[in-house]
């Protein structure tokens, strides 16, 4: 989907429409202490984008401003209207195809198959109806990659956007990849990125230079995966089922703190959400807690512990103990010796059966 958060906002309250939408953390008169999760590209224009601190969004939404420009609109964000409109494009895209694989609330995957007169001319004409049916219903847009496999498909969807769609056929890939920068291969980030822009890597023609064995030594596992990326491999089918490894929450202070009292009842809550999520969910056990504790300077720590017989859904108040137990020692001089104040705390279940 294209900026989905941002554009759900934007679809769904006339007064947004053609302006500068911005979606994360809460800012109150140009302070805040959370990331954008999505700006539309009308905000994008100014210069704000996923990822980038509230508080610098809000500086270039004055800066725009100052200029004549309309500034942008912060909103919180609202998954319960966000999983409203993605559960109905699942249920547009399972029109259309037998298999869906929803990989986050605004991706999918679908194998474009249809009998004798499948083909490529058949997906193109599938995934134009898919685009029509949801900008008809939902009033917003998505951007589709059609190609041999989920890699290449995935990358194909980001190169149009907004509102893109592109084929890539099986003869085309290398000359499709060899091109584009390395960041457009999934897994790739900045610091990854970094690595290779030191050995003078731009381009993933340029990241194919580089061995099976190469690639392994500097990155281990995740340096073979990139091998084959770079060459438009990918087996992995399009499955509607993720196994899922963890249940999580996390949370940011709006002001750094030390102070055991707000951070032990902030932790409390989390515990309570982890919990609720947990039994909820499929799963009837786990017996793996972490928390993690990021500090002011954006330091971060993970503590773990494991238990032999596990939590089940009767255990929550020796569940809330367990957390607890882990977090005082980031109190202290223990797990922070240098009595760092905490700016984020998160917990994490495990291991779950």
Sequence with gaps: MDAFFASVEEAT?????????????EIINGVGRGVVSTANYKA????????????????????AKKKG?????????????????SDNIHRIIKKYAETVEQASIDEFYFSAQGGPASGWDYAV???????????????ITCSIGISVNKLVSKIAAGINKPDGMLLVKEKDVQKFLNPL????????????????????IQTIKDLKKFTLKRLKDLLGKQGEKIYYKARG?????VTEFHEVKSIGEQTTFNKNTLEAKPICETFLKLSDSVFKKFLESEFSKFSNITITVRFYDFETKTSSKSFKNGFDGKHKKDFNLEVLRLVLPFLDKRSNPRRKPVRLIGIRIEKLS
């Design 69 to 85: 420009k309309d500034g942008a609109i912060f909103l919180p964000v609202d998954f319960e209207l966000y999983n409203k409109v």
């Design 181 to 200: 920068p390395i960041r457009e291969i999934p897994g790739i980030g900045p610091k990854t990125a970094e690595i290779f822009y030191k050995e003078n």
């Design 233 to 237: 491999i990918d087996e992995s089918p």
């Design 44 to 63: 994008r224009e100014y210069g704000i984008h996923s990822a980038l601190p509230i508080s610098v969004a809000w500086r270039l939404s004055e800066e």
């Design 13 to 25: 309250t006339r007064a947004f429409s053609g302006k500068p939408i911005v979606v994360g953390s």
């Design 125 to 139: 004409e599938l995934c134009k109806k898919i685009k029509e049916e949801i900008k008809k219903e939902e009033k």
